[in-house]
């Protein structure tokens, strides 16, 4: 990792709420219409990390999910895939296998998703088993009621350890942002785990409300865009929870667009935790070539 | 009657807390109805009013930012010193022509009039301040600020209560201030100079300049520093006169000329008011 | 457009020095990928008539002399309409009509009754908001995120909230019983036409009294269809009284001898004049000039929204707002990071065509302030300051300015002491509070001003130093028709909204 100082994370960046909240509304008030529309809705459809996180997740249910990721509408075959599956770590494997041949990532919650009440080793291991299990991609939680005490080393010395348990693998770092609740928490948890090595921040589980929002994620990019002028390396963002509208998906490209900039409207940078949206993305998709209007009828559902 | 050779006062300025006379060493007479010579009263010129401005706005920042409590309390002790200075002016008015008991009364209802605006200066923010319920999610009020420093002209009937009249309002709430006395009975003011030295008015807060009004007024009217205007003199063209010198810098002008300064009227927290600016902050309400 | 740039992680990682901060060499690329198609307004329900004459007593009439002027699109620099020029004799005409509907009628109805004309007309001006937005952006520039969501919902929201005092008067002036004073004279400016006009005539009608107003000649078409709502809501005959024209009309109004009170909005060069002509008169008047907002930032400030609060401190209404805060003053220690923010917020933003609603910088109002402008950008390049100018595309027609910021400015520079009513910001620094406070006091003007802290005592201590009816903390050019609003010193004299907006149209018995 790149030598940079460490920031003292007993200092708080001060964030004014109504400030941010003002900031996205008139961000919200971007008009996307025509080329735009249609553009940014595929480049969303490209950014999702599809994912099921439930007990009851069955082998057939996670194959079923990866047919939808290779091919999100089969009538249009020339779509953009989804970015990666994301799932439990005891389906890997099966995703694995039900997306090989194809470019798209396999994503797996570990450590004690998505409470992280766990000890440490038990999070190294359950790491371990998801990268063995051949996931590209990590999302792990953070302990938020360290954080919440105020012990913010050992939430960075454990997000430095699950980053090194993931070798090659990409880390994202759930900050579950609505436990931490003020934005101030929020940016500082970003701070901390993006100098602890994480290549995503990703705001919450989907198992907590307030899952993602948009005040909270333009926080994060702040962070992002601050992180990268001081260290010069890029981290990655993912919104995950509640995002289930096309028009939300494209907010959310507004705020990358107009915070960080085109080098990060890719997937290797930004990613929606997302079910529901993809179809909602197809059938706007649907909607701008034919000119009618759609039925979730005529959409799977996965 | 003593044979002892009674010791006359020279009246001089008051400005800056000090007792300056003129800068150019005029004096002009005051003489009683029967043109009796009863004093010589500084003839001060521009530069005395460019002086006293300089004084006045230096004085503004400290008297602005004493608290409410601590201004109602020197105007009340200003009353207290009137109180018990009460025989000087009745004396020195009855020299210039007063009746006794007139002089009585207005010595009387100005030390009440003090007591009056005294109670105001805690009490103006919380009548005519706001909390303004924004449709936005900011907390928001506004609260009466002193407009800054206030050119007095005062008229030539009732000289203490008059004076009293105009300049307690003016300061209660914070604003320093210079005046121009009566040019015919300035001796009141001056005396009234002595008392506010007496009774902890910081220094240069009220400043009192005697003369030929009419040499003075266009100085302290167009002064670029000079905020506001709170003019007693009832004459058309001076009064027109005021007003255009005051467009050059946008000063705030009040004419207020009475014919009866014991009136009940002229205690009225209008007047504070009307030297007065509302400032409206606006702050986010959020975690 | 992108410039070289460090894309992967890797070329910042491999064993080059550590980076200082802020690392300019990084740039951010907000114009290479994926740009917002044209999002036009459409325009095509909005009616705008081929010509206009005044409002005179419910009555749309031709002006006496039968001259007429033009108003143009400033975007587009073609021509919108005509409207009449307003002379004494319209003047006189329409002051008479309000003096008679006085008497007559206005002063004779309840408060109560006041009240619910000013309601239906601020039902009617949500009912027409659309047309009203647009027309507002057509005629005077201003972009339609504007015009929507902040002109005009405020004007309603001004007429709302002045409905509800006509009939609770008494509350508002302890001691004392208020009443009208007659016929108000009033002039506004050509920057926000509609809410302007709103906060003019609003409090005037809750506290009885007649109104004529005169609206910018470049703007004047919201103005003459606020007079046909007038009509629609049934609003007495010669209550309102438009008359259009430019100075000289306004001129004759404020020396019209029937006219008991003016409010007028606009330069403080024209508020001394009519300070001055109104010398030795007994009319009453309240003046809302210009100003040279300070906006004070200080190192714990909430950074990134303070960016935000920058941008919409100048570059609101292409600056310009009376209340703009043109004068940044940043603590030393911050400045070099927080300008940096800036300028990356700068490049965001959209410059061009006002219907667009995408459009967060519309048409400079006017050829004449176009002009005015650009001499200030020149002057300030003459004075030494280094200009910086976001990279954005103008269109080819109408008056556009590109945001800018000067830095290396000091207190004497021109571009620091005069207000320039445009998208132009000056920056300077300061080490300490009492410099802060010293820097934003040193100017005749005190409109509002801005200060950004996390400390709320400091917030207390300088928002009383400096000397500005509006303290905007943590936020700056939010308004609110309860919430007052008016100068210090060369700023005007008197204030508009809230309670204390009623003062300056009633006298006290």
């Given at each position: 990792m790149n030598k940079v100082s460490l920031p003292d994370f007993n200092q708080t960046i001060p964030i004014d709420q109504i400030g941010v909240e003002e900031r996205v509304a008139r961000l919200n008030s971007r008009s996307i219409k025509k080329e735009s529309k249609v553009q940014g809705l595929k480049l969303a459809l490209s950014m999702i990390d599809l994912t099921t996180l439930e007990g009851k997740d069955s082998e057939g249910k996670v194959i079923q999910l990866c047919s939808k990721a290779k091919k999100p509408y089969a009538p249009m075959p020339d779509l953009p895939t989804v970015a990666a599956v994301c799932v439990y770590p005891n389906m890997v494997s099966t995703a694995k296998k039900a997306l090989n041949g194809s470019n798209i990532n396999v994503a797996s919650v570990a450590t004690a998703f998505p409470s992280g009440m766990a000890k440490l080793q038990v999070k190294l291991d359950d790491t371990k088993f998801a990268v063995e299990q051949g996931a590209d991609e990590v999302d792990m939680v953070i302990s938020r009621g360290e954080f919440l005490k105020g012990n913010f080393s050992f939430v960075f010395d454990?997000?430095?350890?699950?980053?090194?348990?993931?070798?090659?693998?990409?880390?994202?770092?759930?900050?579950?942002?609505?436990?931490?609740?003020?934005?101030?928490?929020?940016?500082?948890?970003?701070?901390?785990?993006?100098?602890?090595?994480?290549?995503?921040?990703?705001?919450?589980?989907?198992?907590?409300?307030?899952?993602?929002?948009q005040p909270v994620t333009l926080v994060m990019l702040e962070a992002i865009r601050d992180f990268y002028r001081e260290t010069g390396k890029m981290i990655g963002m993912k919104p995950a929870g509640g995002i289930r509208k096309a028009k939300q998906a494209l907010?959310?490209?507004?705020?990358?667009?107009?915070?960080?900039?085109?080098?990060?409207?890719?997937?290797?940078?930004?990613?929606?935790?997302?079910?529901?949206?993809?179809?909602?993305?197809?059938?706007?998709?649907?909607?701008?070539?034919?000119?009618?209007?759609?039925?979730?009828?005529?959409f799977s559902n996965d | 009657m003593s044979d002892r050779l009674e010791v006359l006062k020279t009246y001089k300025t008051y400005v800056g807390g000090k007792f300056p006379r003129s800068e150019s060493n005029r004096i002009y007479r005051i003489e009683n109805p029967g043109g009796k010579h009863i004093a010589n009263a500084c003839?001060?010129?521009?530069?005395?009013?460019?002086?006293?401005?300089?004084?006045?706005?230096?004085?503004?920042?400290?008297?602005?930012?004493?608290?409410?409590?601590?201004?109602?309390?020197?105007?009340?002790?200003?009353?207290?010193?009137?109180?018990?200075?009460?025989?000087?002016?009745?004396?020195?008015?009855?020299?210039?022509?007063?009746?006794?008991?007139?002089?009585?009364?207005?010595?009387?209802?100005?030390?009440?009039?003090?007591?009056?605006?005294?109670?105001?200066?805690?009490?103006?923010?919380?009548?005519?301040?706001?909390?303004?319920?924004?449709?936005?999610?900011?907390?928001?009020?506004?609260?009466?600020?002193?407009?800054?420093?206030?050119?007095?002209?005062?008229?030539?009937?009732?000289?203490?209560?008059?004076?009293?009249?105009?300049?307690?309002?003016?300061?209660?709430?914070?604003?320093?201030?210079?005046?121009?006395?009566?040019?015919?009975?300035?001796?009141?003011?001056?005396?009234?100079?002595?008392?506010?030295?007496?009774?902890?008015?910081?220094?240069?807060?009220?400043?009192?300049?005697?003369?030929?009004?009419?040499e003075m007024v266009n100085h302290l009217t167009t002064h670029m520093d000079v905020n506001a205007i709170f003019n007693a003199i009832n004459d058309s063209e001076t009064k027109k006169q005021l007003d255009e010198n005051a467009s050059i810098s946008v000063k705030r002008v009040k004419h207020y000329s009475q014919s009866d300064w014991s009136e009940e009227k002229h205690e009225n927290p209008y007047l504070i008011l009307d030297f007065m600016e509302t400032k409206t902050t606006w702050h986010p309400v959020g975690a | 457009m992108s410039e070289t740039k460090e894309k992967t992680s890797a070329d910042a990682t491999n064993g080059s020095p550590k980076p200082t901060s802020p690392n300019a060499d990084l740039k951010l690329d907000f114009a290479s990928f994926w740009e917002y198609s044209s999002a036009p307004e459409s325009s095509d329900f909005v009616e705008i008539n081929e010509k206009y004459n005044h409002f005179i007593n419910g009555e749309f009439v031709e002006p006496e002399k039968g001259r007429y002027m033009k108003s143009i699109n400033p975007a587009s620099e073609e021509i919108l309409t005509e409207f009449a020029e307003g002379t004494s004799e319209d003047v006189d005409k329409a002051v008479q009509a309000a003096r008679k509907a006085y008497n007559k009628t206005w002063s004779k109805l309840s408060g109560r009754e006041r009240g619910k004309y000013l309601y239906r007309i601020a039902r009617m001006i949500q009912e027409r908001s659309r047309e009203l937005a647009i027309t507002e952006t057509m005629d005077g520039g201003k972009p339609i995120r504007e015009s929507r969501d902040v002109d005009v919902p405020l004007a309603a929201a001004h007429f709302f909230y002045y409905a509800g005092w006509a009939d609770k008067l008494e509350y508002a002036f302890p001691g004392r019983k208020p009443e009208p004073l007659g016929v108000c004279g009033q002039i506004i400016p050509w920057n926000f036409p509609l809410l302007m006009l709103a906060w003019k005539i609003a409090p005037a009608l809750a506290t009885g009294n007649t109104v004529v107003l005169k609206p910018a000649e470049t703007t004047p078409i919201t103005a003459l269809k606020f007079a046909e709502i007038c009509s629609d809501a049934g609003l007495p005959d010669g209550v309102v009284n438009i008359v259009t024209g430019a100075g000289q009309t306004g001129s004759a109004i404020v020396n019209h001898q029937g006219v008991d009170k003016i409010a007028f909005t606009g330069s403080t060069e024209v508020g001394k004049i009519i300070q001055k002509s109104l010398a030795g008169t007994y009319k009453k008047y309240t003046l809302e000039l210009g100003g040279k907002g300070p906006n004070i930032v200080f190192e714990d400030a909430p950074i990134d929204q303070t960016v935000e609060g920058i941008i919409n401190a100048i570059f609101f209404n292409q600056g310009h707002v009376c209340c703009a805060g043109s004068r940044l003053l940043i603590q030393e220690g911050i400045s070099e990071r927080l300008i940096q923010k800036l300028k990356d917020r700068m490049e965001t933003l959209i410059v061009g065509d006002p219907l667009d609603k995408n459009t967060d910088i519309g048409a400079i109002n006017s050829k004449a302030q176009f002009e005015k402008i650009n001499e200030y950008l020149e002057i300030g390049v003459n004075e030494g300051a280094e200009i910086y100018q976001s990279k954005c595309d103008l269109p080819e027609n109408g008056y556009f300015c590109r945001p800018t910021i000067f830095t290396g400015v000091g207190q004497s520079n021109r571009i620091v002491r005069e207000e320039i009513f445009g998208p132009v910001l000056t920056i300077q620094t300061f080490r300490t509070p009492d410099e802060a406070?010293?820097?934003?006091?040193?100017?005749?003007?005190?409109?509002?001003?801005?200060?950004?802290?996390?400390?709320?005592?400091?917030?207390?201590?300088?928002?009383?130093?400096?000397?500005?009816?509006?303290?905007?903390?943590?936020?700056?050019?939010?308004?609110?028709?309860?919430?007052?609003?008016?100068?210090?010193?060369?700023?005007?004299?008197?204030?508009?909204?809230?309670?204390?907006?009623?003062?300056p149209y009633v006298k006290l018995n």
């Open positions: 454990e997000i430095a350890a699950v980053k090194e348990a993931c070798g090659d693998a990409h880390l994202k770092v759930i900050l579950e942002t609505g436990e931490l609740e003020t934005y101030e928490n929020v940016r500082k948890a970003s701070d901390i785990a993006m100098h602890a090595g994480a290549d995503f921040i990703k705001t919450s589980t989907g198992k907590v409300s307030p899952a993602a929002t907010q959310y490209l507004v705020l990358v667009k107009e915070t960080l900039g085109a080098d990060w409207l890719t997937p290797d940078y930004f990613r929606f935790g997302a079910s529901s949206l993809a179809n909602d993305l197809l059938m706007q998709i649907v909607k701008q070539e034919t000119g009618v209007y759609q039925s979730s009828n005529y | 003839r001060c010129t521009r530069k005395d009013v460019r002086d006293a401005v300089v004084v006045a706005r230096s004085a503004f920042d400290g008297w602005s930012g004493r608290s409410a409590y601590n201004r109602g309390q020197i105007l009340y002790r200003i009353a207290e010193m009137l109180e018990g200075r009460k025989d000087q002016f009745v004396n020195e008015l009855e020299l210039l022509g007063a009746k006794k008991k007139n002089a009585q009364k207005e010595i009387e209802i100005s030390i009440d009039r003090l007591i009056y605006y005294a109670g105001w200066t805690d009490k103006i923010s919380q009548v005519f301040g706001t909390v303004n319920p924004v449709a936005s999610s900011h907390f928001n009020f506004s609260m009466p600020e002193p407009t800054g420093v206030v050119g007095i002209i005062g008229p030539d009937e009732s000289p203490l209560l008059s004076i009293v009249s105009l300049v307690a309002p003016v300061i209660a709430c914070g604003n320093s201030c210079i005046i121009l006395a009566s040019t015919e009975n300035p001796l009141s003011a001056v005396s009234f100079g002595e008392v506010l030295h007496a009774s902890d008015v910081p220094a240069g807060v009220v400043n009192i300049l005697t003369g030929n009004r009419d | 406070i010293e820097k934003a006091n040193n100017t005749p003007y005190g409109l509002a001003s801005g200060i950004w802290t996390d400390k709320g005592s400091k917030i207390f201590k300088v928002g009383q130093k400096v000397r500005s009816g509006v303290m905007w903390s943590n936020t700056y050019n939010k308004f609110d028709p309860t919430s007052p609003f008016g100068g210090y010193k060369e700023s005007g004299i008197g204030r508009e909204g809230g309670l204390h907006g009623l003062y």
